[in-house]
Nanobody, 125 residues
Framework: VQLQASGGGLVQAGGSLRLSCAAS????????MGWFRQAPGKEREFVAA????????YYADSVKGRFTISRDNTKNTVFLQMNSLKPEDTAVYYC???????????????????WGQGTLVTVSS
């Protein structure tokens, strides 16, 4: 599976961005999807995830109520709508996917074998 993330940029605090992650190479609808981020000097951390069927979603406490993950299987694309952005949301955002994620571990980067290249989100104060 190949993933291409896009949509990052510079935004003021309180603003919004929508990230996209286009997948190719496999049957996208069978794969769980996740978004992670990595700020300078910090480890990669979980942001949001969605099961392959689009029914169950998972969020980090830090983004719950502000970010929304969604997917369009007809376009092989997953989205991350980010509202009420804060300077601490500044990071490189990565999308990831795998077919066999253990659901209890869906927040763990090690559960995903396929990663996009990352897109930079910068939130100014």
């Amino acid at each position: 599976v190949q993933l291409q993330a896009s949509g990052g940029g510079l935004v003021q605090a309180g603003g919004s961005l929508r990230l996209s992650c286009a997948a190719s190479g496999r049957t996208f609808s069978n794969y769980h999807m996740g978004w992670f981020r990595q700020a300078p000097g910090k480890e990669r951390e979980f942001v949001a995830a969605m099961r392959w069927n689009g029914v169950s979603t998972y969020y980090a406490d830090s983004v719950k109520g502000r970010f929304t993950i969604s997917r369009d299987n007809t376009k092989n694309t997953v989205f991350l709508q980010m509202n009420s952005l804060k300077p601490e949301d500044t990071a490189v955002y990565y999308c990831a996917t795998d077919r066999t994620v253990i659901l209890s571990q869906i927040r763990e980067p090690g559960e995903y074998d396929f990663w996009g290249q990352g897109t930079l989100v910068t939130v100014s104060s």
